[in-house]
């Protein structure tokens, strides 16, 4: 039991990454509360969560009021794990370029930070406990993306953010080390969660994906919440401030 005795937050809990990070956490001995924007995906996992909330990360009331309320419950938040994201494949159709470019901004990068933010002020309260924060990155967060992903012509919201959140973990990193508390970034490459179900669906997509990857294959999100775990436990206690790539290789060719 790698996290007895602690507590988790979960974003984004209700699908891919998020719901196999609360499984885990729940296995491990934490005990876990999950928010994400999806409430009825939510519901179906109530039997694993202790806490549960519909929030949307990049709405700063909500959030303050989230995490107040599970760190009141909980006594302290030991981890939290920021799954929330999505791609410019997610927004609303019809939104200008910079529209759904501030979109991904707004959720990826924003609302890590606005959780992140309210979980570290509630941390320090907890004087020399602290905490192990893990953001999500991705390998699009270090490399640009492949042409034939993006279509070409336009702006890539989805690096620009994942390549700022590395820049926020570094620096928040800095920040929470005088109370303790770990900020670190999982880079993952592809795995199969509902986020990529469109690319897997098109079996040239796909193969050309699994071609990025030396060791053959996609990723699965128990192995990323596996990585997760060892970032969030007491494992990895003299780590902060880096990024550990979850990609099958990708980013070693
Ligand atoms: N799947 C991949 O290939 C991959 C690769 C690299 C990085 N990532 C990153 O990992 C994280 C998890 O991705 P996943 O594959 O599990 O995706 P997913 O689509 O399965 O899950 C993402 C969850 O985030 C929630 N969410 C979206 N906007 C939100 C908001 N404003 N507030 C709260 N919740 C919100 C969604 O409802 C969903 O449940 C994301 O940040 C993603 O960018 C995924």
């Known amino acids: 039991m790698r ?48 806490l549960s909330q519909s929030l949307d990360v990049t709405d700063k009331p909500a959030v303050d009021a989230a995490v107040e309320s599970i760190a009141e419950s909980f006594g302290h938040i030991d981890i939290l794990i920021n799954c929330a994201g999505i791609t410019a494949r997610h927004v609303p159709s019809g939104l200008s370029w910079d529209q759904a470019w501030q979109l991904v901004m707004d959720v990826n990068v924003k609302g890590t930070l606005l959780i992140t933010a309210a979980v570290m002020n509630s941390q ?32 890539d919201p989805y690096t620009h953010s994942k390549g700022t959140v590395l820049q926020m973990t570094r620096d928040l990193a800095m920040s929470g080390a005088p109370d ?45 919440a596996r990585c997760a775990l060892f970032l969030a436990s007491d494992d990895s206690s003299f780590v902060t401030g880096t990024s550990l790539a979850v990609d099958g290789g990708y980013l070693a060719v």
């Open 3 to 50: 996290l007895a005795g602690k507590t988790a937050l979960i974003t984004g809990a209700a699908s891919g990454i998020g719901a196999a990070c609360v499984g885990l956490f729940k296995s491990e001995g934490a005990r876990v509360a999950g928010v994400d924007l999806s409430k009825s995906d939510l519901v179906a996992l109530d039997n694993s969560l202790e």
């Open 124 to 155: 320090r309260k907890g004087g020399t406990r602290g905490g192990s924060i893990v953001n999500m990155s991705s390998i699009y967060g270090q490399v640009a993306r492949p042409s034939f992903l993006t279509g070409g012509g336009k702006p």
């Open 180 to 224: 303790n508390i770990r900020v670190n970034a999982l880079c993952p490459g592809f795995i199969e969660t509902p986020m990529i179900q469109g690319l897997r669906e098109n079996p040239e997509t796909l193969d050309a994906l699994i071609e990025l990857h030396p060791l053959g294959r996609l990723g699965k999100a128990d192995e990323v």
